[in-house]
């Protein structure tokens, strides 16, 4: 798998700039830069992991919870900085629905075809449940309702005051997780100490020069991925909201996907439940409020609102999580309604 | 009890027919039709169990699961024939909110008068739970948002996307149960091979014909008991929708009601629950999706699409279920809850 | 703390008529108001608290339970009395915002930081999660969206159905806690028998007489209270829905507050989330109703209906506060969780 992404790398990344120059086609460039991007992104995941090993788990935790969503938050920075705010909302509901329905449904699947039984430790079920009730359903609800009737200024100011509670709660959340709570809930089977018993792949040094460069050439991919939104949704009949939803999130988040599944096979439930609704909090407390506050400097402000389909498809998708995962056991079954209700909404998203 | 029945059928068939040649008023008609198949219900259900018990757990609980709901299938067709879109989608709810609140909130509050604390398998109630938000919320409220500015043509069609969805799901939560995890989640108080235990009360070829007799007799009474809706509805000033989410699902689940209510009391808690809430899940997940798809033969086509009060008061109730029932036990306060719920929305959609 | 709220008393309600006679500015009578009432109502509350151990756990309860919020019954009702229908509805929402979010999130933040974890009875945490969806979610929300295109006479008299519905349910919950399942739920942390324990801080006689001198005082300052409303709001740039949601709840509940945090202080987890939930499932069950039906007697009547920001808020918070203290366990970050969505809220009733 490795050394597909390296290859996609080798060939993706001059074929980006040379395609360019050459004016080829934008849904020829379209799919190259996709491909590129899901291909560094899996760079900068084993660099970010080996980083994490080498930091030891606080500062690793750390740097997972920033850097995990890294391509998102640059592809998204992009758009915003053309203006288009529907499609960074979009595949900020994507990126929702992908981690919470989608991955979270793959690994229950098929890792649920492998074992009956799949379990997982409940108290990170309960913690995270508590997250996704407050970060998808509170913050994102009220301002919904509440700006209804607000002038656009009022509106902009709600969205950034929710935005800095959203990040200083991330924070907390990651204080309680690494520092203050740390260890405090163990079941049984304790998965707690696997980063010390790992080798990193890369060293220190080498780690961060591959995420430097991968990250600026994410970055380069990313702006010209977005100049072709516009061509490619009217070459194939996508909205701007089909495009965010599924596209970005899908391309923005491929790394994560595989990982998730391959642990769920590997029955090491707890690590593909956290990169599913960790993904999916993190995305909702941190990404999205970063993103607000970013879009301040630019002509075009985004508020927290999201349009009314993506807001109810998030909500319900937060509440079956919560009702599934409550029990810290899944199997096939549970993985199965996770992706039925994933498919609806595709379906959804498509006809609107 | 059995008896009372007999008498309703030998009684009811032939003034039903007698009644119709001879156009005695509407209400009177209303009034014979409804008892009619009410107990025409009973020896439909006493067949279907007789099946059950001989043809093994596995093809039994598909049995059950299909021809649980066959009463209320039948009158909704023919419903549907008519164009009665409005009246099919109330009864519909009705079912749901009339299982999930009045033959629950009965089940457990007699139960609970006569036991402090009643079980259940709370392995089955957090599963139940799961198809719940899935079947009830995700799939219903869904469309309810898409379709607000969707074409007419994309409304029905995502209708028909999420119905095919909802019975694969539905075939697959039968799976589960049935075969790949049988017997997986038990509890100290082992119901499970109740069926192996009991003696059918027919044989197959009796309880096969009944069944058939009886299905056509339902087929006849309930095509005549639509006929007469919009005269009685005129005469006590009922609407509609009223006359769909009370009236019908009452007269189509009676059956029901009553054995949740007898299991309860005998301290059998795991059957009452299956009862209610598996017969809730079936019209949602299979009752209702078929009638989608079927009314697409007919001039008028349904879509699923509940009005804004039938969707909420199915959401709550099936929020205040979940809740209830997580814990896998049940007391007489829980079921005047439930009660109080059903009671609130029935003012509310007599006032409707 | 109990002199400082003595000398308020022997100061306030002097200064109150002085000024009321002297015409002294709105601001500062509002002030003077508010300590008073507040002062006050610790009165009420020790002197309830004292009836309480006399009288014995279940009568105890009753008053309890119906005294409680007696302070805000009052200020409503002056309020409802000069027809203020919209600050009497914002100041329900507020207790149960205030108590729900503010209560607990500081009882479970500030002992959260002296304890790692503190734990109390997960059997009461469900039964309030049950009520809690039911009084908060199904008996707020379904008159909303029912009446949406009911008539004027209609929506009123679905709002008593409702209202005597929710205050049978409430009496029913107090027979089933006090008497038919008393001492049924109990953990191993057993605090049940605190009041047989405890020596009232008065006799019965003295109590009484200080309840009732405190009630008229209340009642006297509260109308005077009332009439403030409109200059301060206008001073301040405050809505009617902003003096509702955050001033009457904070002086309608400070001495709640102030109890339920010393209580987590000192580790006892059961009385805390009793004050703050048990207060809230008042508000909703009791308080809400009481005033409807009272309204009935006034110019103009109270139905129950909110409006859309104060129904999803309150919607919103008693879903985070159900999943949170579902696991009968609390920490720091759970209390900060709490905090964070009470904020997002008062924001959101500022801007509006």
Known sequence: MNKVFSVLVLVGVPLSIIGALMHWSSILMFIIYCLTIIALASFMGRATESLAIVAGPRIGGLLNATFGNAVELIISIFALREGL???????????????????????????????????????DARHNSGLLMFGVIVAFVIPEIFTKTMSKSDTLNFSVGISIILIVLYLAALLFKLVTHRGVYLTDNVAEDRHEEEEPEWGKWKALIILAIATVAVGYVSEKLVDTFHTVGEAFGWTELFIGVVIVAIVGNAAEHASAIIMAIKNKMDIAVEIAIGSTLQVAMFVAPVLVLISLMFPVSMPLIFSMPELIAMVTAALLMIILSNDGETNWFEGATLLAAYLIMGIGFYLL
Request: charged fraction near 10%.
């Open 85 to 123: 705010i529907g499609v960074v909302l979009a595949s900020l509901t994507g990126s929702v629905l992908g981690n919470l329905l989608l991955v979270a449904g793959l690994s229950f699947f098929v890792g649920g075809l492998k074992y009956k039984r799949q379990k997982f430790n409940v108290y």
